[in-house]
């Protein structure tokens, strides 16, 4: 499976290389700390998005659509004391930015965003161009 994802997406293997050996030189699992989980998916002249945000408010983040590029920015804020002594601390804090190409080309001015029990369900309507038209066939 590694090697079907480096000959489709060569720069999507690169980074998730790239925060494999940040996570080895480092000590730790920068993807957890960094990017909030995402599920992307079709259907009819819409792409959804949902991004995992738990604790978080719509003040927190920022999103951005530009042609096909969907970016996710936003701030983690600690939940308890930093004076506190963890037992286990595995959901990161701090500013995370987060940019996916989709596989179509989206209409910005129409993204809905919405935020209910941690989870950001973002809709993207298809730009006019990248929805399917039908074509008429003449005969001669």
Avoid at 10 to 22: I, K, S
Avoid at 24 to 50: K, M, T
Avoid at 74 to 86: F, K, T
Avoid at 112 to 139: C, D, M, Q
Wanted: proline share 5%.
């Amino acid at each position: 499976m590694f090697i079907n994802r480096m000959l489709l997406a060569p720069e999507l293997v690169r980074r998730e290389m790239g925060e494999l050996f940040d996570s080895v030189f480092n000590g730790h699992d920068v993807r957890a700390r960094s990017y909030p989980a995402l599920n992307i998916w079709e259907e009819g002249d819409r792409l959804f998005a949902e991004a995992e945000l738990p604790g978080m408010g719509m003040d927190d983040i920022e999103l951005f659509v530009v042609g096909n590029e969907l970016t996710i920015k936003g701030q983690r804020r600690p939940l308890a004391d930093e004076n506190a002594s963890y037992h286990r601390r595995e959901r990161g804090v701090g500013e995370f930015s987060r940019t996916v190409t989709l596989p179509v080309e989206i209409d910005s001015d129409k993204v809905e965003a919405s935020l209910k029990n941690g989870v950001l369900t973002i809709t993207l309507p298809k730009a006019e161009a990248a929805r399917p038209r039908k074509i008429s066939v003449r005969t001669e």
